[in-house]
Every structure is written in structure tokens, then in C-alpha cells.
């Protein structure tokens, strides 16, 4: 199986935390020849999926395709195993958009609002993994915690929360400071 580059790891990453697992919109900086390209690679391997977008609910949009409809991206059970997330609702989002649109329009939502996002599924076991479940704990938790949980250095924690969880993933993760614990970290 061919590994995803950074960017498209970027891609589906993003994709996962989504609702609908949405890939638009894409990477800043990533636009023209450069996006076509990714994003035609990514198709042909079976990671993305070009289906028709949504206007009424506000998908953003990939390409036109006549007479006010267009197509928009969504990332495949194939691409988020490609990543090492576990799919959760692509097989049910991607057979929901083939379905006939619902007769009431639901509002627009902006697919990087933290509000709406959904958290990805990570594979079991992984240190990563194990830093997602605790931020998700309703008691959250500290930088010591998660260094005690991980073996890594607390330096490493704190780069993976504002790098890998909250930079690249986009995941909401807020801090407050609590008595007697100091600083606690949780997915909002």
C-alpha cells in the first residue's frame, strides 16, 4: 500500500475531523496546478471521493459542474485507513450523499467551525491515541498525566497538543487552570 505524503496526510487528517469527513477546504497555500494534481493522485489511489456538494448545507465546493451544481471532496474509508484512523461514518456519509436530498434545507454550517466538527477515531494503542482520550475525559488532563502516560517528555506533550492536535488535526482543545492541578487540557 502506498504512503500518504505530508500533505495528503494533512488532507485526510483534516477530512476526519469533519463533518461528512469533508477534505475542502484544502491546505492554504495548496491551489492550481498543485492542488489538481494531490488531489488526482489521492482519487485514483481511492483516498478522496468526488461527490456532488450540497450548496443548501454550505460544502464547500471543488470543481463546477454546469447549471449551479458542483462536486465537492470527501475522504474514504480507504484514505482514513491509509492515515491509521479507523473509519467511523464514511461508508454511512458516502451512501447518505448517493440518497435523494432531504426536503428541508438544514443551515449552513462552515466546515472548520470547531463547534460542528466531529473527533476522528485513532487507532488503538498509540501514544497519540492514548493523548486523545484523556483530553476527552470530562476531567481532562495535565501535561504531568499525560507525560506519566506516555513516557515522552513534557515538552513532547505540549508540542503534540498545539502541533499535531490542535495545528494539524484541528482539534478544540482549551486550558484552564484548576486548583491543586494546575493546568488542565480538554477537547471542548
Given at each position: 500500500?502506498?504512503?500518504?505524503?505530508?500533505?495528503?496526510?494533512?488532507?485526510?487528517?483534516?477530512?476526519?475531523?469533519?463533518?461528512?469527513?469533508?477534505?475542502?477546504?484544502?491546505?492554504?497555500?495548496?491551489?492550481?496546478?498543485?492542488?489538481?494534481?494531490?488531489?488526482?493522485?489521492?482519487?485514483?489511489?481511492?483516498?478522496?471521493?468526488?461527490?456532488?456538494?450540497?450548496?443548501?448545507?454550505?460544502?464547500?465546493?471543488?470543481?463546477?459542474?454546469?447549471?449551479?451544481?458542483?462536486?465537492?471532496?470527501?475522504?474514504?474509508?480507504?484514505?482514513?485507513?491509509?492515515?491509521?484512523?479507523?473509519?467511523?461514518?464514511?461508508?454511512?456519509?458516502?451512501?447518505?450523499?448517493?440518497?435523494?436530498?432531504?426536503?428541508?434545507?438544514?443551515?449552513a454550517q462552515t466546515p472548520d467551525d470547531p463547534d460542528t466538527a466531529?473527533?476522528?477515531?485513532?487507532?488503538?494503542?498509540?501514544?497519540?491515541?492514548?493523548?486523545?482520550?484523556?483530553?476527552?475525559?470530562?476531567e481532562g488532563a495535565t501535561v504531568a498525566e499525560m507525560v506519566e502516560?506516555?513516557?515522552?517528555?513534557?515538552?513532547?506533550?505540549?508540542?503534540?497538543?498545539?502541533?499535531?492536535?490542535?495545528?494539524?488535526?484541528?482539534?478544540?482543545?482549551?486550558?484552564?487552570?484548576?486548583?491543586?492541578?494546575?493546568?488542565?487540557?480538554?477537547?471542548?
Open positions: 500500500m502506498t504512503t500518504p505524503s505530508d500533505t495528503q496526510s494533512l488532507i485526510l487528517s483534516r477530512a476526519a475531523t469533519r463533518p461528512g469527513n469533508l477534505a475542502l477546504p484544502l491546505p492554504e497555500g495548496l491551489v492550481g496546478a498543485a492542488a489538481k494534481m494531490v488531489v488526482g493522485k489521492m482519487i485514483a489511489r481511492g483516498w478522496l471521493e468526488e461527490v456532488e456538494a450540497n450548496l443548501r448545507r454550505g460544502e464547500p465546493m471543488w470543481r463546477e459542474t454546469g447549471d449551479g451544481h458542483g462536486t465537492t471532496l470527501i475522504a474514504t474509508e480507504v484514505g482514513l485507513e491509509a492515515i491509521g484512523i479507523e473509519p467511523v461514518v464514511a461508508s454511512a456519509v458516502a451512501s447518505a450523499r448517493k440518497a435523494k436530498p432531504k426536503p428541508e434545507p438544514e443551515p466531529k473527533p476522528a477515531t485513532f487507532r488503538a494503542g498509540t501514544k497519540q491515541a492514548q493523548i486523545i482520550a484523556m483530553l476527552q475525559r470530562p502516560a506516555t513516557g515522552w517528555q513534557s515538552h513532547t506533550v505540549r508540542g503534540s497538543i498545539s502541533g499535531a492536535l490542535k495545528k494539524k488535526l484541528g482539534l478544540p482543545i482549551t486550558a484552564e487552570k484548576v486548583e491543586g492541578r494546575g493546568s488542565v487540557y480538554r477537547i471542548a
